[in-house]
T-cell receptor
Framework: AQSVTQLGSHVSVSEGALVLLRCNYS??????LFWYVQYPNQGLQLLLK??????LVKGINGFEAEFKKSETSFHLTKPSAHMSDAAEYFCAVSDRSGGSNYKLTFGKGTLLTVNP | DTAVSQTPKYLVTQMGNDKSIKCEQN?????MYWYKQDSKKFLKIMFS???????INETVPNRFSPKSPDKAHLNLHINSLELGDSAVYFCASSRGTGTTNEKLFFGSGTQLSVL
């Protein structure tokens, strides 16, 4: 069965600083990997996804993530944090292990706060 | 226009009551989902329907009964509510049939508080 582990439930950065949110996955088959963002009192929105094409994936709002099979990682980065990036970020993995339908399994989330 | 809309946004009720949450999507998607997000923000799938047929049914108490009258609607009925049911429930949809790996579109959530 697939799973993801997000290291750090809370990350705090200064405005303009590098954002690094860590995600490691476990999957018995080649995974599809996602990052979703949840702003306060809203549903989740897709930031980016990896589907076995390029290992460096660019998403919305200047975020990108790199798939590293050797490290089983899919960390999310942004060169310069903006106040509007403050939100909860979820890493997720999807595969068909255990059935014929894709199932998305989420990590426990990382709260990003951005200080002025 | 809201793509995935769920009602109500807030639901406060007593233990033992029965309540329903409604979800509608106007995206023409084939697959709809219910997710539960607990107080620690952990998000877990409960059910998934494709064209009104149940395709994913996680280990959820049978007090929870999803109903899909058509592929644009997936409602969640909960019987005999318990304190542990307090959470935010998210509806979502995707274009795929469940056998493809599509992006999910989420509603804005229903915060259920059981007193």
């Amino acid at each position: 069965a697939q799973s993801v582990t997000q290291l750090g439930s809370h990350v705090s950065v200064s405005e303009g600083a590098l954002v690094l949110l860590r995600c490691n996955y476990s999957s018995s088959v080649p995974p599809y990997l996602f990052w979703y963002v949840q702003y306060p009192n809203q549903g989740l929105q897709l930031l980016l996804k990896y589907t076995s094409a390029a290992t460096l994936v660019k998403g919305i709002n200047g975020f990108e993530a790199e798939f590293k099979k050797s490290e089983t990682s899919f960390h999310l980065t942004k060169p310069s944090a903006h106040m509007s990036d403050a939100a909860e970020y979820f890493c997720a993995v999807s595969d068909r292990s255990g059935g014929s339908n894709y199932k998305l399994t989420f990590g426990k989330g990382t709260l990003l706060t951005v200080n002025p | 226009d809201t793509a995935v809309s769920q009602t109500p946004k807030y639901l406060v009720t007593q233990m033992g009551n029965d309540k329903s949450i409604k979800c509608e999507q106007n995206l023409g998607h084939d697959t709809m989902y219910w997710y539960k997000q607990d107080s620690k923000k952990f998000l877990k799938i409960m059910f998934s329907y494709n064209n009104k047929e149940l395709i994913i049914n996680e280990t959820v108490p049978n007090r929870f009964s999803p109903k899909s009258p058509d592929k644009a609607h997936l409602n969640l009925h909960i019987n005999s509510l318990e304190l542990g049911d307090s959470a935010v429930y998210f509806c979502a949809s995707s274009r795929g049939t469940g056998t493809t790996n599509e992006k999910l579109f989420f509603g804005s959530g229903t915060q259920l508080s059981v007193l």
